[in-house]
């Protein structure tokens, strides 16, 4: 029964070719336009969830104002996070980053320049979920000129990941051990560094001035601690350790400073939130924008309503064609089920001809060099969301598709054959 149904569905499909081919066409292209946008919408919301933690972890941010200067940070004073793992039973752990700049590494006889480097507390492992291939994580990071590599890195100085204890020289002058290598850190991170050293060779990483900003802090909560009960507390807290600091350097005393308009604020952003929802001074790279996201998918679901409709209308004016068999098919005893097979059939041949169609284009788009240079599609999302994307679109289609077949099974045979 089904071979004859897609028998005569082929047929019919072919006796009229341009409503075929104008149906198929305007349906393909609208779903390999949605397909890319959904694609990059799911990107975008896929930062930082990578992380086994990332419900716990939160960015320390400050906003600063003295007189006319206003400063809205993403970073905190050296001490902030270890004071407030004292300070706060809520938060379990901390860590830090910051950029290092470029350096040269020795290859042969060649000086070979990197710039993602990065400063980091030994605990980083203990926040963020970089997976190590080799070394501990525990003391990687321990000791003064110890460095961890991403595996990309790894292979390209050694050609290898079982590279701990070997020695890489840097800018001419410092040797410094491999004590770790790492997974590649996923595109979907707002930090991409390739190379980790020790934070604590900063010569400022221990300072206790608390008026100098200059660290990425990360805090990790307890599972049962809230940040809505936590984050008022920062501001005091803030106030309390840089008081004496702003009464010895100029002399002013935290009630006067706040009477003269300036304050010290502490808040919290959530680790997902930070590449689409936070645009402040000293991000350690450009984040997205939640607008973007907003207007995307706005837009997406605006193409994918037109081009249903216009298979919808499509189908509709061709319907008329075949009222007279569908009324006759009812008069005669046809079964609703049976109708609703028959008329069915042409949606599915076109709707599947149009998912291929359109899957192929937006797969050939993604990896075209044009599109890659306009938004750099990253790949670790894999084939599960382009195949998550491709089913929710193709149910959407049917869900139209079926509105139609619904009202045309339940036409009045009387009606349509007085009609026709």
Same mark, same amino acid.
């Given at each position: 029964?089904? $071979? %004859?149904?897609?028998?005569?569905?082929?047929?019919?499909?072919?006796? %009229?070719?341009?409503?075929?081919?104008?149906?198929?066409?305007?349906?393909?292209?609208?779903?390999?336009?949605?397909?890319?946008?959904?694609? =990059?919408?799911?990107?975008?919301?896929?930062?930082?969830?990578?992380?086994?933690?990332?419900?716990?972890?939160?960015?320390?941010?400050?906003?600063?104002?003295?007189?006319?200067?206003?400063?809205?940070?993403?970073?905190?004073?050296?001490?902030?996070?270890?004071?407030?793992?004292?300070?706060?039973?809520?938060?379990?752990?901390?860590?830090?980053?910051?950029?290092?700049?470029?350096?040269?590494?020795?290859?042969?006889?060649?000086?070979?320049?990197?710039?993602?480097?990065?400063?980091?507390?030994?605990?980083?492992?203990?926040?963020?979920?970089?997976?190590?291939?080799?070394?501990?994580?525990?003391? $990687?990071?321990?000791?003064?000129?110890?460095?961890?590599? +991403?595996?990309?890195?790894?292979?390209? =100085?050694?050609?290898?990941?079982?590279?701990?204890?070997? +020695?890489?020289?840097?800018?001419?002058?410092?040797? =410094?051990?491999?004590?770790?290598?790492?997974?590649?850190?996923?595109?979907?991170?707002? &930090?991409?560094?390739?190379?980790?050293?020790?934070?604590?060779?900063? !010569?400022?990483?221990?300072?206790?001035?608390?008026?100098?900003?200059?660290?990425?802090?990360?805090?990790?909560?307890?599972?049962?601690?809230?940040?809505?009960?936590?984050?008022?507390?920062?501001?005091?807290?803030?106030?309390?350790?840089?008081?004496?600091?702003?009464?010895?350097?100029? %002399?002013?005393?935290?009630?006067?400073?706040?009477?003269?308009?300036?304050?010290?604020?502490?808040?919290? +952003? !959530?680790?997902?939130?930070?590449?689409?929802?936070? #645009?402040?001074?000293?991000?350690?790279?450009?984040?997205?924008?939640?607008? &973007?996201?907003?207007?995307?998918?706005?837009?997406?679901?605006?193409?994918?309503?037109? $081009?249903?409709? %216009?298979?919808?209308?499509?189908?509709?004016?061709?319907?008329?064609?075949?009222?007279?068999?569908?009324?006759?098919?009812?008069?005669?005893?046809?079964?609703?089920?049976?109708?609703?097979?028959?008329?069915?059939?042409?949606?599915?041949?076109?709707?599947?001809?149009?998912?291929?169609?359109?899957?192929?284009?937006?797969?050939?788009?993604?990896?075209?060099?044009?599109?890659?240079?306009?938004?750099?599609?990253?790949?670790?999302?894999?084939?599960?969301?382009?195949?998550?994307?491709?089913?929710?679109?193709?149910?959407?289609?049917?869900?139209?598709?079926?509105?139609?077949?619904?009202?045309?099974?339940?036409?009045?045979?009387?009606?349509?054959?007085? #009609?026709?």
């Amino acid at each position: 029964m089904l $071979a %004859n149904y897609l028998k005569t569905a082929r047929r019919s499909l072919l006796k %009229n070719k341009f409503y075929t081919s104008i149906n198929t066409i305007g349906l393909a292209a609208g779903l390999a336009t949605c397909l890319l946008i959904f694609l =990059y919408v799911l990107d975008e919301l896929s930062y930082d969830r990578y992380n086994v933690k990332a419900d716990r972890i939160f960015r320390v941010n400050n906003e600063v104002r003295f007189g006319d200067n206003y400063f809205d940070l993403a970073t905190a004073p050296a001490l902030m996070g270890v004071t407030m793992t004292k300070d706060f039973p809520q938060v379990e752990q901390y860590t830090r980053l910051r950029w290092r700049g470029g350096i040269q590494i020795k290859k042969g006889n060649e000086n070979i320049s990197e710039n993602r480097i990065g400063r980091a507390d030994s605990t980083l492992f203990d926040v963020f979920s970089l997976k190590m291939i080799k070394g501990n994580p525990k003391t $990687a990071l321990a000791e003064p000129r110890s460095m961890v590599l +991403t595996k990309k890195i790894a292979l390209k =100085y050694f050609e290898s990941v079982d590279i701990i204890g070997k +020695t890489l020289q840097v800018n001419d002058t410092t040797v =410094y051990k491999i004590t770790g290598v790492i997974e590649n850190i996923p595109t979907q991170s707002h &930090f991409n560094f390739d190379i980790f050293t020790p934070m604590r060779e900063d !010569p400022d990483a221990n300072s206790d001035n608390w008026l100098s900003e200059n660290w990425q802090t990360y805090v990790v909560l307890r599972k049962a601690s809230d940040r809505a009960v936590l984050e008022p507390q920062l501001t005091p807290f803030m106030e309390k350790y840089s008081a004496p600091l702003l009464q010895s350097v100029i %002399n002013l005393k935290m009630d006067d400073f706040k009477k003269s308009g300036g304050f010290i604020r502490s808040s919290l +952003t !959530p680790l997902t939130d930070i590449h689409l929802r936070s #645009n402040k001074k000293a991000e350690i790279d450009g984040n997205g924008n939640i607008q &973007f996201v907003y207007i995307f998918t706005g837009i997406a679901i605006l193409i994918l309503l037109i $081009a249903c409709v %216009n298979f919808m209308n499509l189908s509709t004016a061709r319907s008329s064609n075949r009222a007279k068999e569908v009324g006759v098919r009812k008069v005669l005893g046809a079964s609703i089920s049976t109708i609703i097979k028959l008329i069915t059939k042409d949606f599915v041949y076109i709707l599947l001809i149009a998912f291929v169609i359109g899957s192929t284009l937006g797969f050939l788009v993604i990896n075209n060099i044009v599109f890659n240079f306009i938004y750099v599609y990253h790949a670790d999302m894999g084939i599960d969301a382009f195949a998550g994307t491709f089913i929710i679109l193709f149910l959407a289609c049917c869900a139209t598709a079926g509105l139609k077949v619904y009202r045309a099974a339940n036409a009045n045979p009387v009606k349509v054959l007085k #009609n026709g």
